[in-house]
């Protein structure tokens, strides 16, 4: 196989960039976000050219006090057009609000991982389907478009690893009920390259129409890697937050998503087109520390990108010329 048909040669190939740091990332954070400065984060993101911003969560305020806000910010953003703003929402409540806010898609969530969804939704999973299906119903209802994210896929940390056959079973179930949006997540970090490229490929296989997306964690320090290994069996979307923000209870100590500025970053000097500008990305992500009061895990927010060139030391011509004159 020549170098221009693998993973390593993006050669211009189009790779969708999903930010969801607004929503996953800001719940988690302690201190409360201001609306303006959330709709002025999104601003910046959509000018970056990211494919799709989930902008915020329509939950209960009283669970997620951080998204107490979410019909304002999702109404007094400004659209860029080709991008879509979506939402998180739980339940056939969150998705009537979520609509009159003229959200572009829900994001709908549950677990594949029984004791998972039990200890983080309160429900069983047949239940957690049963009212998601309701919400389809609303959504295609109202031509409002629709993305199911299945948590655990990679496996659970509390039951170990996820049979393939049940995760692809509750993939199955939605894509019956209409979906034709699916992401695959790696709720706590547990995934690794080979097993990333071995259900993409799967997945893709049996359900060609589906727009699959990846959601991975950099827990354990894989995330790029499982990024690759999915572009290699065919992905070309995937969740990614800003700074690296967010996390997940279940995993104490970890770190939060794949960190959107890094992955583009990677990306780009690999060939592959983002349509993200990379400059203004790693500038939205360096308002982060300020907002949120305390520092970021992005690496490429501290150290810039690979051409960040630093000037040479002061006393440089006169360094040089002591070495010439040895």
Request: hydrophobic share 45%; charged share 20%; with cysteine.
């Amino acid at each position: 196989m020549s170098a221009s048909n693998t993973v390593w040669q993006g050669a211009g190939r189009r790779i969708h960039m999903q930010e969801v740091g607004l929503r996953d990332g800001l719940q988690m954070e302690k201190a409360f976000v201001p609306t303006a400065d959330k709709i002025a984060l999104c601003n910046a993101l959509s000018a970056a050219g990211l494919a799709k911003i989930e902008v915020t969560s329509f939950t209960s305020p009283t669970a997620i006090p951080a998204l107490k806000d979410a019909e304002v910010v999702m109404r007094e953003i400004t659209r860029r057009p080709g991008t879509v703003y979506t939402a998180l929402v739980p339940n056939l409540r969150g998705a009537e609000r979520a609509i009159e806010s003229r959200t572009d898609e829900l994001n709908l969530v549950m677990s594949v991982s029984a004791t998972h969804n039990l200890a983080n939704l309160r429900m069983t999973p047949e239940q957690s389907f049963a009212a998601l299906a309701q919400v389809v119903a609303l959504a295609q209802g109202a031509n409002v478009a629709v993305n199911v994210s299945l948590s655990c896929v990679f496996g659970c940390p509390m039951e170990g690893d996820v049979p393939q056959a049940d995760a692809f079973g509750w993939v199955q179930r939605f894509v019956d009920r209409g979906v034709r949006g699916i992401t695959l997540c790696d709720t706590t970090g547990m995934a690794y390259p080979t097993q990333v490229h071995e259900l993409t490929a799967a997945a893709r296989a049996r359900w060609p129409g589906v727009e699959f997306t990846l959601h991975f964690h950099n827990t354990r320090g894989m995330g790029l890697a499982n990024v690759l290994a999915a572009i290699d069996a065919g992905a070309d979307r995937f969740d990614a937050s800003l700074g690296g923000l967010g996390g997940c209870p279940y995993a104490p100590g970890a770190s939060g998503n794949v960190c959107s500025e890094e992955i583009v970053h990677a990306l780009a000097l690999m060939g592959y087109d983002t349509g993200v500008d990379l400059a203004q990305l790693v500038a939205v992500a360096r308002q982060l520390p300020a907002l949120i009061d305390h520092d970021i895990p992005s690496q490429i927010a501290k150290a810039g990108p690979r051409l960040a060139l630093h000037p040479v030391p002061a006393d440089f011509e006169a360094i040089r010329e002591r070495a010439l004159a040895r």
